[in-house]
């Protein structure tokens, strides 16, 4: 990805001119707003979205969905402006808790949206609430980022060995427990046992084969 940015970006102009409106962004804590904005009205706008599971999952064919590629595709991308930039870590640090109490309160109100019983599929709300739960949610999931990186690096500032391999541990956990869990679930599906067996025992077992 990284060659691939270079090789469009020769002059590193476009590089330079998003790093400086991130840092503005930033400095003034409006960056979760903003970078929220563009998947809050994607998702407004696409009708096969089940809200209460949140960002679509790229999981239904080989080419992921346009919801599914700005999320990640954007997280991804701040993560690299933030690995040139890790002064940024600092504010984030200064301003942890504040993006955690914004972060609940506007899951929160999301949830009051949506309402509390899951849903598992799309199903219609007016449009001033289906816009108010695509800002509020995505808003959310960014103050969240924010957070959790800024009490990381205020609590967990210092070395440790444990924290560091399992740290390098979770991404490859992240992507090999899909097909276990898939395997786990179609192994068990006939069993005739309550789901609040099933669902420990699942967990344990994928957490122990990996």
């Known amino acids: ?3 691939l940015i270079s090789r469009a970006d020769r ?14 962004l930033i400095a003034s804590r409006l960056a979760p707003l903003v970078l929220a904005a563009p998947l809050a009205v994607v998702l407004y706008l696409t009708p096969w979205w089940i809200m209460w599971q949140g960002i679509p999952q790229p999981v239904m064919g080989l080419v ?5 590629m700005l999320a990640f595709g954007g997280a991804f991308a701040f993560g690299w402006f933030l690995h040139r930039r890790r002064e940024w870590l600092a ?5 942890w808790l504040s993006y955690l109490l914004v972060a609940v309160a506007l899951s929160t109100l999301a949830l009051w949206i949506v309402g509390p019983m899951p849903r598992l ?34 609590f ?6 444990r924290w560091r391999y399992l740290s390098d541990a979770s991404f ?6 899909l097909p276990i869990v898939y395997a786990l679930h179609a192994w068990m599906i006939r069993w005739p046992v309550h789901w609040s067996v099933k669902f420990p025992l699942i967990v344990g077992l994928a957490f122990a084969i990996r």
């Open 64 to 68: 992921p969905n346009l919801p599914s």
């Open 1 to 3: 990805a990284r060659e």
């Open 11 to 24: 002059r590193k102009v476009l590089a330079g001119v998003v790093e400086r409106v991130l840092e503005l």
């Open 121 to 154: 599929h799309s199903h219609e709300l007016a449009p001033p609430l289906r816009a108010a739960y695509a800002a509020t949610y995505l808003a959310a999931m960014w103050c969240w980022m924010f957070a959790l990186l800024g009490a990381a690096t205020r």
């Open 172 to 177: 490859f956990m992240y992507i090999a427990h």
């Open 156 to 161: 967990f500032e210092h070395a440790s060995a």
């Open 91 to 95: 504010r984030m640090t200064r301003d």
